[in-house]
C-alpha cells in the first residue's frame, strides 16, 4: 500500500510525529510550507495564527511535486490551531481533491484537541477515516513514551489494514 505522510507543523511537534510514522511506514513525506509563515514575536505569532483560522485564511503555500492520485494510504497531519486544523492545511485541502483515500489523522495541542475529528471528519469526506491520534506538545515530553505509544498506534493501523 503506496502511503504519504502529509503534514504542517509551525514549531517542530507535528514534524517529529510525522517524520517518525514515515520511518516506520517507509512512506514519502509532503511537509507544507508556506511561502510566508506567521513571523513575529512569541505572544503575536498566536494572536496572527488565530486570526488567520477565524478569517478561514488560505495562505499561498510552497510548490510541491508529489502527487497525491499515487497514495492508497494517507497520514495527515496538523498542529491545532483554536480548536481546528492550521491555515495551511485549509490551503492544501483547498488545492487537492482527495477521495478514496485510507487515512489516518494526528494531531499536536497544548490544552485540548477542541473540534478537530469534526472538522477533518468534514473536509475529508469521501475517504476512509481509520484512525487518528492526538499529542500533547511531544517536544516537551519524555520522548521514550512519545515513540512508544505512537508506535503502538502505528502497529494496530498495520494490524487493522492487513484484515480487512
Ligand atoms: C496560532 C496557534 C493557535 C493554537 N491553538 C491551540 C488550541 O486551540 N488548542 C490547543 O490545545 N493548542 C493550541 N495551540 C498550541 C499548538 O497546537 C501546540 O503547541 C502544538 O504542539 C504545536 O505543534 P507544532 O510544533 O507542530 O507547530 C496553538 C498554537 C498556535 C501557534
Not at 60 to 83: A, E, Q, R, V
Amino acid at each position: 500500500m503506496k502511503t504519504l505522510v502529509i503534514y504542517y507543523s509551525f514549531e517542530g511537534d507535528t514534524k517529529i510525529i510525522g517524520d517518525t510514522i514515515a520511518d516506520d511506514f517507509d512512506a514519502d513525506v509532503l511537509e507544507l510550507k508556506l511561502e510566508k509563515d506567521v513571523e513575529s514575536k512569541d505572544y503575536m505569532k498566536k494572536y496572527l495564527g488565530e486570526k488567520q483560522v477565524l478569517m478561514k485564511t488560505k495562505p499561498l503555500l510552497k510548490p510541491y511535486d508529489i502527487k497525491i492520485n499515487d497514495y492508497d494510504l494517507l497520514f495527515i497531519g496538523t498542529p491545532i490551531w483554536s480548536g481546528t486544523y492550521a491555515p495551511a492545511i485549509r490551503s492544501f485541502f483547498s488545492n487537492e481533491k482527495i477521495e478514496g483515500k485510507k487515512i489516518a489523522l494526528f494531531y499536536c495541542f497544548t490544552v485540548k484537541r477542541g473540534r478537530i475529528s469534526k472538522h477533518m471528519t468534514k473536509a475529508l469526506k469521501g475517504n476512509e477515516i481509520v484512525d487518528e491520534i492526538g499529542f500533547k506538545d511531544p517536544l516537551q515530553q519524555d520522548k521514550g513514551s512519545v515513540m512508544e505509544r505512537l508506535k503502538r498506534w502505528l502497529s494496530e493501523i498495520k494490524a487493522n489494514l492487513t484484515k480487512k
